[in-house]
């Protein structure tokens, strides 16, 4: 009798881990049962709809840099499937890919329905059969193999082995069928969003955008580095987007309410940056200090940080003096803004936590507790900065998870 593997999810690790398992073993009967209507949803609309499937890791030094949670376990797994492979795996599909100056890499299509047609096209040549809206209420591990059963018509589906890839989840009950077969999980909350900033002022710069800024949670050492989007509700961009990854837990635990310094030029040396303010004061003496701009501030975030410090428009550099130069330093290297609330990254949503690692083996991403069942992607406690980070988790812990549940 052929082997029957289920793929709980058909998003991109469900679509991997089930193309794996059927390349591994081509008798296998693989199954994927996906909740929606469409496979393969969020894949459509990641990066605007353009699909950042990767990165070229080429300025990553350390895998704990972008991801928060899991960057052991993936670094294990990188000897397995990494981005290099993603990469082969897909050109080799039919689907060129581009590389960008931030190292972010997509179909050069620029369009996300590349990759997804490639993972249909791939599959049904595979023959990966593909069920939707079906929802998983249950699951029983008997002797020999799995009790599955779908809220479809009470639906109750016979397999030998089990791949969970349902992504995150925003609440923890939404774990309790793995939690009830003796799995523990760390509570889910919101990983990648934006900051509400209540500053109306602040908010009139929207669309401007700011290079090399770090931004951090004041009294907590974590900073997220890159640029910065100030928008009609507050800000955005990857260095918040990085800091609200690396501080989910802790941001949850304050409601969202808290202070964040931004320091606009990503600079710390204080005494360093004081001797370039008093060099502009000087080489612009006669100038109105809106008209020159250190370090190249967007000219509205500086003159809306000259009324902010409290110079009055129309006073000249040469008229300045070392107690505003301070001002200055400290309004460019540690601006404090009022955090209340959060906004969803566009139509995308990513947590931090799930499964936890504890409970699975991390060469083959099985379970410890129940033989024959895997997990791959967001559904475990791993999750990463934007960038095309976590769509290589799901490649690679799909792939290791398919290809183990086939052997």
Request: positive net charge.
């Amino acid at each position: 009798m052929s082997k029957r593997i289920a793929i709980i999810g058909g998003g991109a690790a469900g679509f991997f881990a089930a193309i794996r398992a059927k390349e591994i073993d081509p008798n296998a009967v693989v199954t994927i049962f996906e909740k929606g209507s469409v496979p393969l949803a969020k894949v459509g609309i990641t990066g605007g709809g353009r699909c950042n499937l990767t990165n070229t890791f080429a300025n990553v030094t350390d895998l704990k840099k972008v991801y928060p949670r899991g960057d052991k376990l993936m670094k294990r797994l990188f000897k397995t499937f990494d981005h290099k492979d993603t990469l082969r795996w897909f050109e080799k599909r039919g689907v060129p890919l581009v590389e960008q100056e931030d190292e972010c890499v997509f179909p050069r299509s620029q369009d996300a329905q590349s990759i997804v047609r490639c993972l249909l096209n791939e599959g049904r040549r595979l023959g990966v059969n593909i069920k939707t809206e079906h929802v998983l209420l249950r699951m029983e591990k008997e002797e020999k193999h799995f009790l599955l059963f779908f809220n479809k018509n009470k639906k109750r589906v016979e397999t030998d082995k089990v791949v969970v890839t349902t992504g995150g989840h925003h609440r923890i009950s939404s774990f309790d069928y793995i939690a009830n077969v003796g799995h523990d999980i760390s509570e889910p909350v919101p990983s990648l969003f934006t900051f509400n900033i209540a500053d109306k002022h602040l908010r009139n710069l929207m669309g401007t955008v700011v290079e090399n800024v770090s931004v951090g949670i004041v009294g907590e050492k974590m900073r997220g580095d890159g640029s910065l989007l100030i928008t009609h509700w507050g800000m955005s961009g990857p260095a918040v987007l990085r800091l609200s990854s690396f501080a989910a837990r802790i941001v949850s635990e304050r409601q969202y309410s808290f202070d964040i310094s931004v320091n606009w030029i990503g600079l710390t040396d204080r005494s360093l940056i004081l001797e370039n303010i008093e060099r502009t004061a000087h080489e612009n003496a006669a100038k109105i200090i809106t008209n020159a701009r250190p370090y190249d501030i967007p000219a509205r975030l500086w003159d809306y940080m000259i009324v902010k410090i409290g110079i009055p428009a129309d006073k000249r550099w040469g008229e300045t003096g070392k107690k505003l130069h301070n001002k200055i330093v400290e309004m460019l290297t540690n601006d404090i803004y009022h955090v209340e609330g959060k906004s969803r990254w566009r139509d995308e949503f990513v947590t931090c936590g799930g499964v936890s690692l504890s409970s699975i083996d991390s060469n083959t991403l099985e379970s410890k507790h129940v033989p024959g069942l895997f997990f791959a992607g967001e559904v475990t406690d791993v999750d990463a900065v934007t960038g095309g980070f976590n769509l290589q988790a799901a490649w690679t812990m799909g792939y290791v998870a398919g290809e183990n549940a086939s052997k």
